[in-house]
């Protein structure tokens, strides 16, 4: 069905479409960008607890549930522990000890001490009586956890409007098909990865890239040397270099603004392996070009790049990925 319409309307249409597209293709790859970041809580506790006698389970607003063995650290008045994910939404604390109680919680820098503990967590026993076994669940508010990321995502979605509506004059004289390749390698991330792996404080699902990691780690935490891509103190004393670990371009920038990321080991695999799946979706989006110039087919052609055998079997390694891209 047509639908007429006046020339001054084609025209709007015509910068309004493409600014659009720009905004919403944004805020997607924002979207990704802010889940990476990690959210730190803090369970401050008193009393002696075994390393292996402490879980955190907790599921994020993705739905997403994991349980895990949090970072540790014993103190001379107890310990105090820690879990990071980009998007907590809830979250229990299990320990098996006897006689520990939590003193204080710190959710991403909102801290509940004295009488607010009792109110952010609440105990539950295994019903025997001696304390064995207690699991303290969070009871406090969401809003600790959903109004960090709505927040920054709001921020960055004005943002991105802004930038559609700058760009839009100049994208509507220009082919925009190869956004369709962001949002198609970006949806079959999440199918094939989730969104976990993009969290940059976790590094507990790596494996086969342990090396790598640990090699990009030492690179950006290490003062700078020359050549500008040797790390030092890796495979001491000769040391090493960012290609023999295979490390990324964009670890550089990581390295050159160190002190606007968070503390302690950091992973970046994930990062690459959605930068893989939606430049595998633009390029194929462009190949596509090449022989047919209806959107359908490009897309169709596309998704089967994306979904090439060779890059799901290598869809958790980050360094192998780029190899069949």
Not at 82 to 87: F, L, P, Q, T, W
Not at 164 to 174: D, E, K, Q, S, V
Not at 311 to 317: E, I, K, P, S
Request: aromatic share 12%.
């Amino acid at each position: 069905m047509n639908i007429p319409l006046s020339e001054a309307a084609k025209r709007r249409l015509g910068v309004v479409l493409p600014a659009a597209l720009i905004a919403v293709t944004g805020m997607w790859v924002t979207f990704f960008l802010l889940a990476m970041w990690p959210l730190r809580v803090e369970l401050h506790c008193d009393g002696a607890v075994a390393p292996d006698g402490l879980k955190v389970s907790y599921s994020n607003v993705f739905g997403h549930e994991r349980r895990i063995a949090p970072a540790m650290n014993e103190a001379r008045d107890g310990f105090t522990l820690s879990v990071a994910d980009g998007v907590i939404a809830n979250m229990a604390f299990e320990i098996s000890s006897p006689g520990v109680r939590p003193t204080a919680l710190v959710v991403g820098g909102h801290e509940f001490a004295g009488p607010e503990i009792g109110r952010a967590l609440v105990l539950r026993d295994d019903g025997d009586g001696d304390g064995d076994g207690a699991v303290w669940r969070y009871c406090g508010p969401r809003s600790v956890f959903r109004d960090r990321f709505l927040v920054r995502f709001a921020l960055a979605a004005l943002v991105w409007i802004g930038i559609g509506a700058g760009l839009g004059r100049l994208a509507a004289r220009r082919r925009l098909d190869w956004l369709a390749g962001i949002w198609l390698g970006g949806i079959f991330f999440l199918y094939v990865d989730g969104m976990n792996i993009l969290n940059i404080g976790d590094y507990t699902w790596i494996a086969h890239d342990s090396l790598e990691h640990i090699g990009i780690n030492f690179f950006i935490n290490e003062p700078w040397h020359f050549p500008l891509g040797r790390i030092a103190d890796y495979v001491y004393p000769g040391g090493t270099s960012m290609m023999s670990v295979q490390g990324y371009p964009f670890i550089y920038l990581v390295k050159l603004f160190r002190g606007f990321f968070p503390e302690g080991m950091l992973q970046f695999h994930g990062l690459w392996i959605l930068m893989s799946f939606m430049l595998q979706g633009v390029f194929g989006v462009l190949l596509m070009r090449l022989v047919s110039r209806n959107t359908a087919v490009k897309i169709a052609g596309a998704a089967l790049f994306v979904l090439m055998p060779s890059m799901l079997a290598r869809a958790t390694h980050g360094p192998q990925i780029t190899q069949c891209s």
